[in-house]
C-alpha cells in the first residue's frame, strides 16, 4: 500500500526553486532515505509532506490524507523531527516529552511502551534542561517527542547532521527497531554512507531526484568500471591521472582515488602499466561503485 | 608532509572548566605541510582545545605553542599566522566577492597594495573574474566553498584550521575541496582539521582521536587501522570512541 504519494510537486522561494516537478510514492512500513547535500530541497519536501509549508503546484497524500486540505489529519498521524533541535532549551527532559504529549492529548504513561527503548536511555537525566545537553542526547529526546503521539509516520530532517560516527551508528540501529514495529519512516541525510541503511533512497540534488531505488538497484546501473588507486603521494598521483589519455574523472575516495575511464574496456593491466611510469609503487584495482560514485556521475550527467 | 619543522607543539595540556575536565593532558606535535585530522565523538573535547591553540582560550595547565609562540604568552602573535574556516561561518552572504576578500585580508592585517595584488590573483586563479562583483549568496556552493579556503590562506599563514569545513556540502564540492588541500599542503601550509565524515580521515597524513577529554590514539590512518585491526577508519573510530561515551 503506497503511503505518501507525490506528484509533480514544485516550490520556489523567489528566485530559489527548491523543489522542481518532484514525484514519488513510498510503500507502507518503508525506510526510505532522501540523500542529497544542503540546498538539494529535503527540507522543503519535509515540510510540505508534514503540512507546514503549501506547494506551489502538484499534489501530495500521506496515508491517504492531502497535504494541504486535511492537513488536520496528517498532524495526527505524522511524527516529525525538524532538522533544526526544536524542542524548548530551557524545559527539563521530561517537561518537553510531557508537553508534546498534552499537546496530541495523549500522556506519556499511555504511550511509553512506544519510546521506552529510545528514552529510558535519556530517563536518568530527566530533569536536566534540554538546552544542556550532549548532541546525542538531544537526539533521542527529539525522536522520542516525534514519536510520543504514537504517529504511523515518521519524518526525520537529518536526523544525523554534525553527529559523530558512533551516535550515528547507534541512531539508524533506532531506526530500525521501529521500522520492525511496522512505522514507515521517511528519513533525509547528506552522508552517502547512510543510504546502504534504507530499504530504498532517493538521490536528490538542486531541486530534483537523480534517481529513486535500492541501494542495489542504483549501483546496478552505474554502467562504468571504477579502479582505486593509492600511492604514497596523493596530490602527485591525482594531477598524474587527471592527464592521463584514459581519464574521464579521478577523485579522492577515502584511502583510494576512484578513476573512472573514457573507456568502458579498459583493462586493469593496461591502466596499471601506464600509472606505474610514474608510481611504480602504485596498487591500482577495480572496485564496486559506492552510492557516492553514483551520485557523483548522476551530478556530472545532469549539469 | 614536508618535512620536520614544528608547527604545533603540545605537552600535558590540560582545560578544565570548573570540575569538568575538557582536555585532560593532551600531547602531539604537528608539522609543517602535514593535513592533520583531530577527530574525536560530539562533546570529546576537539572545539575546546582548537581554541587554545588559535589563541582564543588560555589553557589550566600544560604547555603549547604555535608556530613557535606560545598560547599563554602570545595569543595575538598566534592569530596574525593563522587561518580560519568553518563551514557554519567562512563568507558574509551580503558582502561581494571582492568585498570578502578585501575584508579578511584586512582582519589579517595586510597592506593595501598587498590586498589588490593578492585580491586579483586569485579571482583569476579561480576563474571569479565575471562573478567578482556578485554577491556570495548568489555564488553557487562549490565556488563559495573554493572562495572561502582561499581567503582563510590569503595571508599565507603556517597553519589553517578548518573546523567540519565539508558538512552537508555535495560530493564533488568536497572532492575540489580535499584537491585544494592538498594543494595548500604541498606548498608547506600545514592543515589541521576536525569532520565528522570518516572518508575524509583517509586523506589525512596523520589522525588523532580524542575520546572523553584525552588523546586516545594517533597515527597515520594505515598505521591506525593496522593497530586495531580495522578496515576502514570509520572501523577504528566507532571501536574507540564506543567505549568511551558516557550517555
Redesign the interface.
Known sequence: MNNVVVENISKSYQKVKALEHISFSIDGGELFGFI?????GKTSLFRILVSLLVPDEGTATVCGFDVVKDYKNIRKIAGYMPGKFSLYQDLTVEENLSFFATIFGTTIQENYHLIKDIYS??EPFKDRRAGAL????KQKLALSCAMIHKPEILFLDEPT?????????EFWEMLHKLKEAGITIIVST????EASLCDRVALI?AGSILKIGTPSEIIAGFEKPVFAIRSEN??KL?NDLEKSPYCERV?????YLHFIPNNNNLGQAELSASIHESHPEAEVFEVKPDI?DC??NL??EKS | MNGSELIIKVRNLVKKFGDFTANDHLNFDVYKGEIFGFLGANGAGKTTAMKILCGLSKPTSGEASVAGYDVYHEPNKIKNCIGYMSQKFSLYEDLTVKENIRFFAGIYGMERKEIRIKSQQLIDKLGLTEAADKLIADLPLGWRQKLAFSVAIIHSPKIVFLDEPTSGVDPITRRQFWKQIYEAANEGVTIFLTTHYMDEAEYCDRVSIMVDGRIAALDSPKKLKEQFDAETMNDVFIKLARGGKDN
Do not use: W
Open positions: 542529497g547535500p544542503d540546498g538539494a536511555q535519556i550532549s548532541g546525542g542526547m547532521t554534525g553527529v559523530d560516527a558512533v551516535s550515528r551508528k547528506p552522508y552517502m554512507d540534488q596523493t596530490h591525482i577523485y579522492p575516495f577515502g584511502q557516492e551520485f557523483i551530478m556530472k
